[in-house]
């Protein structure tokens, strides 16, 4: 005698046939589509019904129908809950394992008793850079590492290079983004500064400051003290 397939167990089955289809039909009609999309790197569900998220060159997101005849970009807000959902999914994806950053190619300003962590990618010649150094002045009881991201022009590498290979690092580096006072030329073995550089193109950093918190979180941005007050409790 033949055993029947209970009800549940044939939805699921139903539902998982289905879910496979229009995956299927996502990754087909899209790139056909729209050939200049990067490959697709995942499909998944959104909370809305038919709708899906489709993620591109590992952090970008959108979103589509069953059918991909619709794109949309931005974000996907929950109203009833007050969340960006867009944005907390890249944050999810962009998060860094802070505890294996490459710690000996930063140097270290540490206040206070030093107990909370924080490691920052900074270009000696960003303006931006310089507004947020001020501000920093005012987080107490903080382990800042400082990893040089020379990227705005030939002069940063220079500026980092100077300051990289001074006696006291954190204090050269302060003396030029807080008190102006140029770093001294100086050599010294800096390969440190390139692994900096092609460490953040790894991580997808475009920006300085970019701020890296020890949850794996980061801020692009000169953001206030407040916010980094917040983010490091």
């Keep these: 005698m033949k055993r029947l397939l209970s009800p549940l167990l044939v ?34 569900k959104t909370p809305i019904d038919g709708i899906f998220e489709v993620r591109v060159n590992g952090t970008d997101i959108y979103y589509t129908d069953a059918q991909a005849n619709y794109l949309i970009q931005g974000n996907l807000i929950d109203t009833k809950q007050k969340r960006n959902l867009t944005e907390e999914r890249v944050d999810k994806l962009t998060a860094i394992n802070f505890d294996a950053l490459p710690f000996k190619d930063a140097f270290t300003i540490v206040r206070g008793n030093g107990k909370r962590k924080l490691a920052v ?10 507004r947020f150094e001020k ?47 140029t770093p001294p030329a100086a050599s010294c073995d800096s390969a440190a500064i390139a692994r900096n550089v092609a460490l953040g193109h790894k991580f997808k950093i475009t920006g300085t400051p970019t701020l890296v918190f020890a949850d794996g979180s980061r801020v692009p941005g000169a953001v206030g003290a407040d916010q980094v007050e917040k983010r490091l409790n």
């Design 11 to 44: 939805c699921a089955l139903l539902t998982a046939t289905t879910a496979g289809a229009q995956e299927a039909a996502i990754r087909k009609n899209l790139p056909e589509r729209i050939p200049q999309l990067q490959k697709i790197d995942e499909v998944s």
């Design 121 to 130: 990618f900074e270009d000696p010649n960003c303006g931006y850079c310089k």
């Design 135 to 181: 501000d920093l002045q005012k987080i107490n009881n903080v382990t800042v590492y400082l990893f040089l991201y020379p990227i705005l022009s030939a002069d940063s590498g220079e500026k980092s290079k100077a300051i990289w290979c001074a006696k006291d690092k954190a204090k050269a580096w302060q003396d030029w983004m807080v008190r102006d006072i």
